[in-house]
């Protein structure tokens, strides 16, 4: 990347080499009575090929930072993990690639007659555990991917980086006690920052409503 400074030292720099390139393809010119025209197409080409200093700056990205306030969430159970895993498989259905489908024809009345009222769907589950075996470890870790696309849509169509968090993310793990827990943000607080009520009143309906499955399969 470079700063306004190096772009223009850099153009100069340039303008300079093209002043001297013309010069001597014109002294060439001259003693092979080659025309002036052709002597100058090169460096013609050569001006034509510059990027302007606007499109220098322009081609450098622009990266802002924020610092969020984010609520954290966890659910313990005295039920072994295998239960809590079974009960959650139970209370959540997987999602049906034809959900999204129909969304993507544009038929969203289809989409809400496969979902059967449906408020939540598991999209992917993860044995997050298995991964550790490669470290000597053996553990019971699973991580899913929790959420509805016709819910996404209701926040994406007024901030599109609110995909950013749809699905959801939740971790389910054996715990020290020999229990299960379930770790995960608060949808709201992920939504929020995008500063749109619209997408916020949206992520405190999923704060209820994961909350719910969660204890269901926790309890």
């Known amino acids: 990347m470079w700063s306004k400074g190096e772009a223009r030292r850099r153009s100069g ?39 302007t200093r606007m499109e220098v700056a322009m081609a450098d990205p622009v990266m802002t930072q924020r610092v969020l ?26 999602l049906d690639p034809a959900i999204a489908a129909a969304l993507t024809a544009g038929d969203e009345q289809r989409a809400q007659e496969i979902e059967r009222g449906a408020k939540l769907f598991i999209f992917l589950k993860r044995d997050h555990g298995a991964l550790l075996r490669s470290a000597g470890w053996s553990r019971k870790a699973l991580q899913y991917e929790i959420g509805n696309p016709l819910t996404a ?60 499955a969660l204890r269901r399969a926790a309890e």
Request: hydrophobic share 45%; proline share 5%.
């Open 13 to 51: 720099k340039f303008w300079n080499g093209v002043h001297k390139a013309a010069s001597s393809l014109e002294a060439v010119a001259g003693k092979s009575r080659v025309s002036m025209a052709t002597a100058l197409i090169v460096p013609a080409s050569l001006l034509l090929m510059m990027p």
């Open 153 to 212: 849509t209701r926040m994406t169509r007024h901030q599109i980086p609110a995909a950013l968090y749809a699905p959801l993310r939740v971790v389910l793990y054996e715990n020290a006690a020999g229990g299960a827990t379930f770790e995960y943000d608060r949808p709201s607080t992920l939504f929020g920052q995008f500063g749109d009520e619209q997408v916020t009143a949206v992520g405190r309906e999923l704060d209820a409503e994961l909350e719910r």
């Open 69 to 94: 306030q984010i609520e954290h969430v966890k659910i313990e159970s005295g039920k072994t993990f295998a239960e809590v895993e079974a009960a959650l498989d139970r209370a959540l259905p997987r």
